[in-house]
């Protein structure tokens, strides 16, 4: 059992960076996984061999050089500013984090591949965005703050590495967003709340990624000797009123501002973590083009984006759905009238027409 | 105190009109037959003696009616031959649920005529498929279920009755397969885009994909209604995709510059945009079908432009026609001009070699194609109208 890889995993004290860990050291052409994070994750590592290194300094370098790695899984990119201790710890994890791995992996001989959990929110999201991205496509307005600038600056520093060490494989996954009972984002966190608010006039295109999936992507491009960029996603799109009906959820309806401030009231409360580019997010929505991750990467995932949805909103009580019930009733209501005879109309009620017109 | 006048108001509830004091004539006619023994004022109704004091309101006329039978506090010379008034309590639980289910039955029978219960049934299931978010949109957000069933059943209406819209050269556009509409565009308000969009649907069955400006998807509401409608944003990346997609797609190259162009104008097709329609069409060798569109520069005659409103709102302009504002929402009713709607001829793209699109020359000259041939049509075919409302 001297072959195979060696994988090292950065940000596994995090759920799904955990989970991530454990499903790879299961696959059989990996030998070893290394965990990396600054706190002890929570849950069990199983086979993970867990390191407590902080990714921002350079002993980082010497975990890579000391256990022959030759693949690094980059996961360690942080959207929710709470958990992170606020958004300066946030924005220094994510991307002087990322500088420090990208040396460390730079100065490391054995190396060969490199993949990176990237997002769809580098896309952003405006009035001007086209329907569906693809990978070769620029936001039409470059992010100026926030998880979507990290993320910006985060793909740079990696197209700057794969210039560099050409030699490695890189593969960068643009993730959409996330979602399932489990997952813990600003975009679940939005939709537990029990009254969804809403921009007003706006109904967004969004697309989800379940958990899974992302899980199994990311195990996919790691095993599998494919470089480049891909957008992945489930299939098809659902409206946010969709969404928010199929939750059978109350929405609130808000201008953009009341929604913005509604948000930082939440986040503050730390109710949910509403970050102030999802404003963006929720009024425009985005859409990601995926031909490439089936062509190219060979990827199909196993939820479509409503199904993904689903399997979320099952773990949620409904809050609403009135109307539904009501409906419900109504047609209930129908089917057993149908099973009885009508009562008899008078004469004078009957329908004189006839039905010859019809 | 006990003595103050008090002038009675109304008939304090007993039959006939006058003073009060006697029944009229005709009430003790319709009494019993005979003439009702008189009687003192206090015996009958509810109040005994006098009021309590001076300017209390006399009693409510319904007052008389109580659950409990009067009885007169004082013996009279003879007690009323009346039958005590009576109401029974009704069914605590109001009407019974079988009258309900009846009526409402009645009510569908009217509504549906004599197939009305899969015609209700069918209806209720559109009505909780669309509260609890269980249908499909496409990837650019549109909505066909609500577009058939709701903005084309609205728009149709005008359509057929308002402009009287006359389709040519319908068999012009292809049955199925990507296709590119491009259109002339006036009339201040986009109605032109909804009207083609109805009458395409109305006699092809297509659905035309328009796109719009990004203006339209910034603005709250609007966009939605582009979105849920088959709108997208008019780029080259969306109008290719859809192309590929085998979709029928509508522009209006012309934009802003057409729509809100002076009504002394009207007819004179402005500027064609860059011609990214027709390197789009060239890219994915879709025909080009050009569409005239004459009446809709008579809706709302742009005689004005309140240019600093325009630019504090970020919009191309303002509109000042003979009747907005003038007469406020009134205005917004558009004039009922005959509408005609020629589709022209359609200008192959797939016989170009590989890298015509990006031949600026060309892409020009297929350009001054269209818009000659649009402009052509809109002279013949004002030729042609009678008036501008008929």
């Given amino acids: ?358 | 105190m006990g003595d103050a006048e008090i002038i009675p108001i109304g008939t304090r509830g007993r039959p006939g009109r006058g003073t009060g004091k006697q029944p009229s004539s005709a009430a003790r006619d319709l009494a019993a037959g005979r003439p009702a023994p008189r009687r003192p004022q206090s015996t009958t109704g509810p109040e005994t003696g006098p009021g309590p004091a001076a300017g209390s309101r006399p009693e409510p006329v319904e007052e008389s009616v109580q659950v409990q039978p009067v009885q007169p506090v004082e013996p009279g010379p003879a007690p009323a031959p009346r039958v005590p008034v009576t109401t029974e309590d009704r069914d605590p639980r109001g009407i019974p649920l079988s009258d309900w289910l009846a009526a409402f039955q009645h009510a569908a029978r009217e509504v549906f005529g004599d197939e009305w219960e899969p015609q209700l049934a069918r209806l209720l299931a559109f009505l909780r498929r669309r509260v609890t978010g269980d249908y499909a949109v496409d990837e650019y957000g549109f909505d066909q279920e609500i577009t058939e069933r709701f903005f084309m059943a609205a728009l149709r209406p005008i359509a057929e009755k308002w402009f009287r819209i006359e389709v040519r050269g319908i068999e012009n556009v292809p049955a199925d397969g990507g296709a590119l509409v491009v259109s002339n565009h006036s009339g201040t308000i986009p109605v032109d885009g909804l009207m083609t969009m109805v009458s395409i649907h109305d006699h092809t069955g297509r659905f035309l994909r328009p796109l719009g400006a990004d203006l339209v998807f910034r603005m709250p509401v609007l966009s939605t209604l582009a979105r849920k409608g088959g709108a997208t944003l008019a780029c080259n990346e969306d109008a290719e995709r859809m192309l590929r997609g085998g979709e029928l797609v509508g522009v209006w190259p012309e934009g802003f510059k057409g729509i809100g162009k002076p009504y002394s104008d009207r007819y004179k097709l402005q500027r064609f945009g860059r011609g990214g329609f027709v390197s789009a069409a060239l890219r994915t060798g879709v025909p080009i079908v050009p569409l005239s569109v004459v009446g809709a520069e008579e809706i709302y005659p742009l005689v004005g432009n309140v240019t600093w409103l325009a630019r504090l709102l970020g919009l191309p302009y303002v509109p000042v026609t003979p009747l907005f504002p003038w007469l406020g929402p009134l205005g917004l009713v558009p004039l009922p001009s005959k509408w005609l709607l020629e589709f022209g001829e359609p200008v192959r793209t797939d016989e170009y070699d590989e890298g015509a699109a990006d031949d600026p020359m060309l892409v020009f000259n297929v350009t001054d194609q269209v818009r000659e041939s649009i402009q052509q049509t809109l002279y013949t075919l004002l030729m042609q109208r009678q008036s501008v409302f008929r």
């Fill in chain 1, 1 to 358: 059992m001297t072959s195979g890889r060696v994988v090292l995993v950065t940000g596994v004290s995090r759920d799904l960076g955990r989970r991530f860990a454990r499903s790879l050291a299961a696959e059989p052409s990996v030998r070893r996984v290394i965990g990396v994070d600054v706190v002890p994750p929570r849950g069990d590592l199983g086979d993970v061999s867990f390191v407590r290194a902080d990714i921002r300094n350079p002993v980082i370098a010497k975990v890579i050089a000391k256990e022959d790695v030759d693949t690094v899984v980059h996961m360690s990119i942080i959207s929710t500013p709470a958990s992170a201790g606020g958004r300066g710890t946030m924005k220094e994890l994510n991307v002087i984090g990322t500088m420090q791995l990208l040396a460390a992996c730079q100065k490391a001989p054995s190396l060969q591949h490199l993949v990176v959990k990237s997002t769809t929110t580098v896309y952003g999201a405006s009035n001007r965005d086209p329907a569906m991205f693809t990978e070769d496509m620029e936001p039409r307005r470059a992010p100026r703050s926030g998880y979507a600038k990290d993320v910006a600056e985060i793909e740079g520093y990696v197209r700057g590495f794969a210039r560099r060490r050409s030699d490695v494989r890189v593969t960068q996954l643009r993730c959409a967003n996330v979602i399932g009972p489990h997952v813990t984002s600003p975009i679940t966190s939005y939709f537990r709340l029990p009254v969804i608010p809403t921009v007003v006039g706006y109904d967004p295109r969004l697309q989800f990624l379940h958990e899974d999936d992302l899980l199994a992507v990311l195990r996919h491009a790691t095993v599998e000797d494919v470089p480049g960029t891909f957008n992945v996603a489930g299939d098809g799109i659902l409206m946010l009123s969709q969404a928010v009906r199929r939750l059978r959820r109350p929405s609130l309806a808000l201008p953009a501002p009341a929604v913005g401030s509604l948000g930082s009231v939440l986040r503050r409360a730390r109710v949910a973590d509403f970050s102030p580019e999802q404003l963006a997010f929720l009024t425009y929505g985005r859409g990601v083009d995926t031909t490439r991750m089936r062509t190219m990467l060979g990827y199909e995932p196993a939820y479509t984006t409503a199904e993904a949805f689903a399997d979320f909103g099952r773990s949620l009580p409904a809050t609403g759905g009135h109307a539904d019930r009501v409906l419900a009733a109504v047609q209930d209501q129908l089917d057993r009238g149908a099973a009885r005879p009508l009562p008899t109309l008078p004469a004078s009620a009957a329908p004189t027409g006839g039905p010859d017109h019809g």
